[in-house]
């Protein structure tokens, strides 16, 4: 049975691991500006709740897909 994600997203739109979970989808799907802006969430979401990914290797893969 598929869920849609937006479902998830839109019951807790500031839940790290959701926007996480969110990016990394996007990401797979080719979707790279739109996985960079998920995982920019995710990250700063992060600063305020636990999360169950790691930190540093999301923002090694934004640096990746978003260089400076």
Same mark, same amino acid.
């Given at each position: 049975?598929?869920?849609? /994600?937006?479902?998830?997203? /839109?019951? &807790?739109?500031?839940?790290? &691991?959701?926007?996480?979970?969110?990016?990394?989808?996007? !990401?797979?799907?080719?979707?790279?500006?739109?996985?960079?802006?998920?995982?920019?969430?995710?990250?700063?979401?992060?600063?305020?709740?636990?999360?169950?990914? !790691?930190? /540093? /290797?999301?923002?090694?893969?934004? &640096?990746?897909?978003?260089?400076?």
């Amino acid at each position: 049975k598929s869920v849609d /994600a937006g479902v998830f997203f /839109a019951s &807790d739109p500031g839940n790290p &691991d959701i926007l996480h979970n969110l990016a990394v989808s996007l !990401d797979r799907l080719g979707q790279p500006r739109l996985a960079a802006t998920m995982y920019r969430r995710a990250l700063e979401a992060a600063r305020s709740q636990a999360t169950q990914f !790691d930190v /540093a /290797a999301v923002q090694r893969r934004l &640096d990746e897909i978003e260089p400076r």
